[in-house]
């Protein structure tokens, strides 16, 4: 692993202060999580994810393998990252955008009501 690479992210200042902490925090395993709470501070806590109730409720399964958050809480950050992909490449081929990544382009809004 490349230690500089994985916090190149940290240098751009392109997020807050706050978000920033959460982000380190999870990538040091740290957050407060039933797991954590469990495992690592061995307090007499149910390590079980507090939406599903299935799994371990770790960074890992919070942010890409909860049932309950799949419904639509990881659909709409995907679609927040398509979003950005299709501005991204319409500014890169010239294409006339607004100056807002995160608003829906026109055309797609008309392809969604068809």
Known sequence: ???EESYRWLKSGDIKGET???IVAAQDQAINTNYFKNKILKEEIESKCRLCKLHEETIDHLTSGCPILAKNEYLMRNDKVCRHL???ICK???IETT???YTQPEKLQQIGQI
Do not use: R, V
């Open 1 to 3: 692993m490349n230690i």
């Open 20 to 22: 920033e902490s959460t």
């Open 86 to 88: 299709h501005y991204s």
């Open 92 to 94: 890169a081929l010239d």
């Open 99 to 101: 100056d807002k990544w």
